[in-house]
């Protein structure tokens, strides 16, 4: 089938995609997008975690077809005209960044949480960041990593 | 293609950080962007799709295979079987007893037994279903403890023992007025790294092949893929992909020779790569353990003796479970001056999945048993977990269990301290459910929940033991690019995630003094850089760049002192300009180099490790040994046996901290790995057959699990290490598990010889 739909900002038209695959597969095999990532494709791990209209979903578990008129927005959004977003540059000099395989999906679990909280505690970005696993890095400096961006954004 | 993607994000420049600066890693920018190039993501025009046909049974003989309705389904390009590959059908880590596909029997659950290529991966995971299969399932060994008897099945012929390692030090048959003894078991732990076992395999114009993929050392690969291609290495040649974490589960192969031997057949570039679920089946997991210690003391205290028996389960195939169980028995007794010993560590076959390494290698297990007993003998003595550890511990110039001397710094003791002393956190904070075991499953009010506080401490080898020819190769080249001096750094030692392209950058800039150092795609173009794994690889792949750049600038400066007439003795390189003695300037780089660029390469060898004695176990195994020790404070639910780990922190002697950040990171990453065994990660294996293989189901910590961690770095630098450097990424693993064991024995007083703790175990039920 034909699917229309908005990524990043601009209008694609993808065809032939079986209705069985993911939006994830469509994005990474389809559109050359594959920036969001597919650690287990089960729902559990978040590395997948887009916006759909907004909200942050596992685009594992959303068909492409549910993305027909609707806007993603995946990690390779994020920066604007080169310019790393604050929550990019956070985990890069944060060191919250090892294998890099949970960070595409934490940059946009972290970006959603400071749109709606810009201060979090540390119990906020816990919980906020819950479904995105880790394996390199014990947590301790993606949660530096989110710290610094909610300061450098009440800067910005 | 998009491998071209790959081979950008290493040879990206970055501000400089010489050795002891944090500088920022080289592929950190194209890692936040989403631009870098896993090995599950490349693309290649004309790519088709490869899928795995994995057994059902532990143990079966094949009677025969039926391709024919596979090949019908639209979309299907080549189903391939044993009787498709081409050399030798045989791969493994030390030894190939393992087919490529299985042509006789099946040994395990998640065996391969062929392949399809489609153009889609559904099309070919759908025809890889109509590939029929007649087995005829075979009686299976699952428990190890029974693999040894007279009347076990035999998984290999001549019989399921893999190693049986003897350990004899004084009078094996010692008494002490304090004897304390157990039995540990230690559950199967998966790597669980993110990114799946993924690689590319582009056939050449040559003949041969170009394999993109996902590995800890590619020449290890290299080999086993000529002998089972049955083609020369100048046909063969792997380039890392990038790697999504490793852990050890990359040591073996994955998708290589299968990705190779359907891009060869077809013609076409073959993707292959594993969802989460064939993921639990694609690589061999950490041996569980069934371990009996003793140990027996004086009144005070003093170790007079310890005994041992430990049996690890191999699963079906032999990997790397003899260097396991090598580390499980010249290092099982932990960083303890023990002056009479008696250990047996056995490696065994059995029908579960194939066990190897993972970060730890050995004395993870051990770690267990040897701690849990030391606080059984602290309890004994009347003394406390912390002072029985000091006062048995090792001190640099004491003997180990295999005679081996300790000859740089053996800091148990301060490590200790430290921990100790470090802040406690403040006491269970109820107010927020948040923040009390149980969570927001809201299960408590704070009425059952007791607090506890544990200590472990351990050693961990560093590099490859036993003899093994442990080296690896850089190739460093110095010229002028654009008016800049500019070093070039090529070795074949893999990225996974830790940072090594990090250090080999500061290494660069440190020995030849300029600013901009290109860290070189790593492919097998260049000698081995040896294994990622046995946190070898700042050592040793380290040691190999600083001495290719010794050597490079010893030929700079040569140079550079025939035109100045000055002794080359004097002459330093700094700041891409030649400058004497006192640092003042003499010529830039440009005019001594011009057009040439001056390129070495060089084999680095740490000193070397010896055999052990077969009857006796005596023997220098070991090149280097680090330290580390934890304190775990948690708090636990005793009557819903749920815990929550509130402090988990950490001391560790690294030698010199090449990179301080990093270093951190890998000490944090590292601990709550080890947290994850202790509490909650395990492969459940049923008669033979993998119970849990996914996220949902094998758990391993997220955020809400982690507790803030305290991280002491000390740097004893070894002497014979190049800059001092100890091994980092391991000795967390080793430590933390224990110490949250400790912990939560101490909470629940229960005395829980079973890893992962479950709740049922905490509460009795
Ligand atoms: S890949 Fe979507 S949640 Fe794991
Ligand atoms: S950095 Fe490797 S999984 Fe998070």
Redesign the pocket.
């Known amino acids: 089938m034909r699917i229309t739909t908005t990524v990043n900002g601009a209008v694609h038209e993808v065809d032939d995609v079986w209705p069985g695959e993911s939006l994830?597969y469509m994005l990474r095999e389809r559109m050359g997008l594959p920036g969001s990532?597919?650690?287990?494709?089960?729902?559990?791990?978040?590395?997948?975690t887009v916006y759909l209209d907004g909200e942050p979903v596992?685009?594992?578990?959303v068909a492409a077809g549910q993305a027909i008129g609707r806007e993603v927005t995946t990690v390779e959004g994020l920066a604007t005209e080169g310019q790393l977003h604050p929550v990019q540059e956070a985990f890069l000099e944060c060191g919250a960044v090892q294998c890099g395989f949970c960070t595409p999906g934490l940059l946009v679990a972290a970006h959603d949480l400071l749109a709606r909280v810009p201060d979090p505690s540390d119990l906020e970005i816990r919980e906020a960041l819950a479904g995105n696993l880790c394996r390199c890095t014990g947590y301790e400096k993606i949660l530096d990593a989110v710290r610094s961006a909610a300061r450098r954004q009440a800067e910005a | 293609m998009s491998t071209e993607a790959g081979t950008r994000t290493t040879t990206t420049t970055q501000p400089s950080g010489r050795v002891g600066d944090s500088p920022l890693r080289p592929d950190g920018t194209l890692k936040v962007t989403g631009e870098f190039a896993y090995a599950s993501d490349l693309w290649h025009d004309d790519m088709v799709w490869g899928v795995t046909l994995r057994s059902p049974h532990p143990h079966a003989r094949i009677r025969g295979i039926d391709i024919a309705e596979a090949l019908t389904v639209p979309g299907v390009i080549a189903v391939l079987t044993a009787d498709d590959v081409p050399g030798e059908n045989a791969v493994g880590l030390e030894h190939a007893d393992q087919p490529v596909l299985a042509s006789e029997f099946v040994r395990y659950e998640g065996e391969p037994v062929a392949l399809v290529a489609a153009d889609h991966p559904e099309t070919a995971r759908r025809a890889a279903q109509r590939i029929h299969v007649e087995y005829e399932v075979l009686p299976a060994v699952t428990d190890p403890r029974r693999a040894m008897d007279d009347d076990a099945p035999a998984v290999h012929q001549p019989g399921n023992l893999v190693r049986h390692l003897t350990l004899r030090r004084g009078d094996p048959d010692a008494t002490a007025p304090v004897v304390v003894s157990l039995d540990f078991e230690v559950g199967m732990q998966d790597q669980a790294f993110l990114g799946p076992e993924s690689g590319l395999a582009v056939p050449a114009e040559d003949g041969g092949v170009d394999l993109y993929v996902a590995t800890q050392w590619l020449h290890v690969d290299q080999r086993q893929m000529c002998l089972a291609l049955g083609m020369p290495k100048e046909l063969v040649r792997l380039h890392l992909a990038g790697v999504g974490g490793a852990f050890g589960g990359r040591e073996d192969l994955s998708v290589h020779v299968h990705a190779s031997m359907l891009a060869l057949r077809t013609g076409r570039p073959v993707k292959m790569s594993y969802g989460r679920e064939e993921s639990f089946f694609g690589h061999v997991h950490r041996h569980p353990a069934w371990m009996t210690y003793e140990f027996g003391a004086e009144r005070d205290g003093t170790l007079v003796y310890a005994r041992a028996r430990t049996v690890l389960d191999g699963g079906a195939y032999a990997s790397s479970t003899a260097a396991v169980v090598g580390n499980a028995g010249t290092l099982g007794l932990g960083p303890y001056r023990i002056p009479n010993v008696a250990v047996d560590a056995y490696g065994v076959f059995t029908n579960n999945p194939p066990c190897g390494a993972m970060r730890g290698f050995g004395c993870v297990q051990a770690a267990y048993a040897h701690e849990a007993l030391m606080d059984e003998l602290a309890e004994a003595v009347g003394l406390d977990p912390v002072a029985i550890r000091q006062l048995n511990g090792m001190r640099e110039g004491d003997t180990n269990i295999t005679g081996q001397v300790i000859d740089s710094a053996a800091p148990v003791a301060e490590l200790l301290q430290i921990v100790r002393d470090m802040p406690m956190p403040p006491p269970a904070d109820t107010s927020d459910i948040r923040s009390r075991p149980g969570a927001v499953g809201n299960t408590t009010h704070g009425e059952g929940v007791v607090r506890g506080v544990g200590y472990a401490v351990t050693y961990k080898n560093v590099g490859f033991s036993e003899g093994f020819d442990d080296y690896s190769t850089a190739r460093v080249r110095l010229e002028m690019t654009g008016g800049e001096a500019v070093a070039t750094v090529h070795t074949a030692a893999a990225e996974v995630g830790q940072g090594l392209i990090t250090v080999e950058q500061q290494i660069c800039r440190t020995e030849l003094g300029v600013e901009r150092v290109v860290v070189h795609p790593k492919n097998t173009a260049v000698g081995s850089g040896g294994s990622t794994s046995a946190s070898r690889q700042t050592y040793v792949t380290g040691g190999a760049v600083k001495a290719a750049c010794e050597a490079v600038r010893a030929v700079v400066l040569e140079r550079a002192a025939l035109s100045l007439g000055r002794p080359a003795n004097e002459l330093r390189l700094d700041g891409g300009k030649i400058v004497g003695s006192s640092g003042e300037v003499l010529v830039g780089l440009g005019e001594v180099l011009g057009e040439d660029a001056v390129e070495e390469t060089v084999e680095y060898r740490h000193r070397p490790t010896h055999a052990i004695d077969p009857e006796t176990g005596q023997g220098d195994a070991h090149v280097q040994f680090a330290f580390s020790a934890h304190r775990a404070v948690v708090d636990v639910d005793v009557e819903l046996g749920l815990v929550k780990v509130v402090a988990l922190d950490t001391a560790q002697d690294v030698g010199k901290a090449i990179n301080p950040d990093a270093v951190v990171g890998q000490i944090q990453g590292g601990s709550a790995q080890g947290m994850g065994l202790a509490l909650m990660e395990e492969i459940v294996v049923t008669d033979g057959h993998v119970r849990n293989p996914s996220f949902t189901d094998y758990l391993i910590p997220t955020i809400l699990d982690m507790p803030p961690m305290q991280v002491k770095v000390l740097e004893y630098a070894d002497p014979h290490a190049p800059y001092g450097v100890r091994g980092v990424g391991e000795p967390p693993t080793i430590s933390s598990g224990p110490a949250v064991a400790a912990a939560v024995r101490a909470a629940a007083g229960k005395p829980l010889r079973r890893v992962p703790i479950r709740p049922e175990h905490i509460t009795g039920t």
């Not at chain 1, 990532?37 to 997948?48: D, L």
């Not at chain 1, 596992?58 to 578990?61: A, G």
């Open positions: 994830l990532k597919n650690a287990c494709e089960q729902g559990e791990c978040g590395s997948c596992c685009s594992c578990l």
